[in-house]
């Protein structure tokens, strides 16, 4: 999965960098078509991915401010 993510962000990456050059090179409107093709699969494929892979085995309560992690960082010295 994680190669799959490399791939895929660097393809997003290259796809930009044409878009872009089309932009420059007098065709803007095939430039912008692929900078936005770009910006919506990486917002809606990579980013998902990319928050599944990172979050998979962990859990949420150690992340929230609850009384017993209050409590715990009250202890530690933490303010």
């Known amino acids: 999965m994680k190669l799959f993510m490399k791939i895929l962000g660097i393809s997003i990456l290259i796809a930009i960098g044409v878009g872009f050059y089309f932009r420059l090179s007098g065709n803007e409107l095939t430039g912008d078509r ?13 980013m998902p991915i990319f928050l599944y892979v990172r979050w998979k085995g962990k859990r949420l309560k ?9 409590e715990k960082m009250r202890d530690r010295g933490i303010e």
Not at 62 to 70: A, C, G, K, P, V
């Open 34 to 46: 692929i900078i936005g093709i770009s910006v919506l699969v990486s917002s809606f494929i990579l």
């Open 62 to 70: 150690d992340y929230t401010l609850s009384q017993e992690n209050m």
